[in-house]
């Protein structure tokens, strides 16, 4: 053991044995617990405790104990906690989760998100699984271009949010090493519902939305819910046209009989945002002290690449017909999904459960990506050679001469063809009674599903001016006058990155899992067991580019310079792809009572994650087999913990290590991974309630280094890029007769912005406030503002050193600057 492991070894030792010598041993009875289909516990109870250790959360569980007696980590986040995070994505909901660094600055989605020090070589969330009703999203939640959070929304048809961490969702899950956060739906136990109108305002954000949501009773046997939302208006960000407009809505059906209950669930969802990507962001100072900032003329907090001038893409598609993309769409999700949950007493103790639901799937992913950005004339002449100029293209000065600086645009341009899936979930448990209080629970269940991936990327080139507001389009001539581009457009193709990324793909991706738990309940003791074997196998094909010569894209007869070589899918060389993999997941742990409100629990656990569609960047044989060691990446953890409440004070405190194989792609540099990881760490969670006055909050220590690197050996012991050594989220809140007010932290230390350890990102802590007044018993007045400093800050950069003592351009994304919006509701 080297110096280092140990080191980090003794801190996780130290912060376990502190915390169990902080809670004393002593009862105080504070249960209220009254199963969890009862209404007052399963429903709005949990909102006002954001640690409810007698919450029954049946996330990646068996889902029959309370917190207190599980050996997991997990929490529980109710609708009114997330209406106080004030979020505007999906992803920020995600950052009040203590252990989870969700870094939302990609828009309404596309946000990369990982949980105790688990990398994001790439993107997306690779080791964690989004759920939505105890299923998930996407089979694979790093698909490219079709991240799982861009297909979920947060609406009043949400109930709670349940995540756990690590422990047992790798064997109640597949590809969810990580953990789950699993989005569950209101279902109508308690009748009422309520109508809602929020707008935005500040800094630009004109945004309209409605919210609705109705459930109760039909009568003894039935009952529902239905809700969802629409909106139309701009983002967060200036882009110049109405940059988010669509909406959702869910609805589910039960029946009740006396050994159970069936129930139908239906989900619509149409809905488009603009995708923000990193963007051009002044860097000076030194790569261990940076000052990072706006460039005149460019509000990095505010602004974006996207224009008016900028709104229609003409090209090829991937069968290399013409085409016209719409940039307007963004990031575009659809997607109707319909499915089934059950779950009856079968008699002698045997119960039966089943989840079902099928989606079909499809959309695009259109959003601007800055190569470079520099001088315009540089630029230029690395275009059309010594001597070239520039001219605007568009926009009050089109046809006359353009200085200044430029971005060098990639549009990447991605269509999702199709990401249907279907997901069955069938498990049957029984518990055994073995006398004195002794309690055997088991668990055997099948998991089968399927996931196409079926995309078309066609990506092409554009110069436009470096402005935060409409900016204009730029086309470059050389010297002699020679048209090098039209309508901004200077290729067919991204020569920026060796014309690398032309191509289509169509897989079908199945999977077969059969898992198993046992639980084994001692008076105060409780031992769990639970093993998975998934089996997969992947089937389609893939093309890749090919530069054709003279190609008239257009039509009209004449070859321009842009047609003088043209990136196209090769369709007539199509790539097999067809291969297998199977992986073993496991998770053993204890819990033990020390006092109705004192516990500590230990846990390991292996699991897998099954690699994707970015194996077909490179790694794909002749044959369309894949080496076995690229097909899985495993994932090895250990933790351990306590649990303690005194009165309104509830603590969770956890200390954890974890060793992650990893291979990936990252599509901006493209560069392959082949890497081994390892962290450790130690995360806490607390709330605390006194009088009118609430807090919630946690915060997550991580010491993570990547191990072992077969591509890029001199990375070998540097820290994960973007892995910060502190993450926290705090939320206080103040509750009067007829109004609530409070403010929500979320922070960061500094990190790493590459894995060569060069230029930090600077820490950095958003503040969010909300207040809202009740006017009548069923009127309710509220106003949030997000990010209320216009704090600065950036969650990754596509560079990793800058030059000291000069101002550098890096790309960068950073956090969305102030919004406000208030809303109104009202509840029957």
Known sequence: MNTMQSHRR??????????????????QDTTNSKGKDNPENSQRARVSDAINLDAVVVTGTSGTRTRMQESVSSSVIGIESIQNSAPRSTAEIFRNIPGIRSEASGGEGNANIAVRGLPVASGGAKFLQLQEDGLPVLEFGDIAFGNADIFLRNDYSLDRVEAIRGGSASTFASNSPGGIINFISNTGEVEGGSVGISRGFLEGFDNTRYDFHYGGPINDDWRFHVGGFYRSGDSVRDAGFTAEKGGQIKANLTREFDNGFIRFNFKHLNDRAIGILPMPVLANGSNSN?????????????????S??????????????RRVTDIDDGMHPRTTAFGTELEFELGGGWKLADRFRTANTDGRFVSPFPASVGDGAGIAESIAGTGATLKYANGPNAGTAFTGQVINTVLFNSEINSLDNTA??????????????????????YYKSSQTIALDWTWNSYLQELKGNNAALIDVFAADGTPFSQGGLYAFG????????TRSYDVDYDIDAPYAALTFTMDKLTLDASIRQDYGNADGSFAGPVQATDFDVNGDGI???????????????????????????????????????????????????????????????????????????????????????????????????????????????????????EAYGVELETSYRIDQFTFSGGVTYTDAEINKDQITPEVEGNTPRRQADFIYQ?????????????????????????????????????VNVFANYRLTDTLVLALDVNNLFDKFA???????????????????????????????????
């Open 10 to 27: 003794c801190v996780l030792a130290l912060a376990i044995t502190a915390a169990l010598a902080s809670a004393p041993a002593f009862s």
């Open 290 to 306: 940076p000052n990072l900032g706006s460039l005149p003329g460019f509000d990095a907090k505010h602004d974006t690449p996207h």
């Open 308 to 321: 008016p001038f900028f709104r229609t893409d003409f090209g090829l598609d991937g069968e290399n017909n």
């Open 424 to 445: 069955n979930d069938l498990k049957l448990s029984r518990a055994f009674d073995l006398g004195a209080g002794r309690q055997l629970d088991f668990v055997a269940g």
């Open 494 to 501: 991204v020569p920026a990155f060796g014309n690398c990324c």
């Open 559 to 677: 070859i321009q310079q842009t047609e003088r070589s043209v990136s196209v899918v090769d369709v007539a060389n199509q790539n097999p792809v067809n291969y297998d993999w199977s992986y073993t997941s496991y998770s053993f742990g204890a819990n033990y009572l020390f006092s109705d409100d004192l516990a500590g629990f230990a846990r390991v656990s292996r699991g897998g994650r099954a690699n994707a569609d970015r194996l077909l960047f490179g790694v794909i044989q002749p044959d369309g087999n894949v080496d076995s060691r690229q097909s899985v990446d495993v994932v090895k953890q250990q933790e351990a913990g306590v649990k303690w409440r005194y009165g309104d004070l509830n603590v969770f405190v956890t200390g954890f290590h974890a060793e992650t194989s990893e291979q990936n792609f990252e599509l901006t540099s493209q560069r392959f991974f082949d890497r081994t990881f």
């Open 730 to 766: 705090g939320t206080a809140a103040y509750e009067g007769y007829d109004y609530r007010l409070g403010v929500n932290i979320i922070g960061t230390s500094a990190s790493f912005a590459q894995d060569n350890n060069q230029l930090k990102m600077p820490a950095y802590a958003q």
């Open 794 to 828: 950036i969650t990754e950069s596509e560079e990793g050193s800058i030059v000291a003592g000069q101002d550098n351009i890096i790309r960068a994304r950073t956090i969305p600057g102030r919004s406000a919006q208030v809303s109104l509701r009202y509840e029957f």
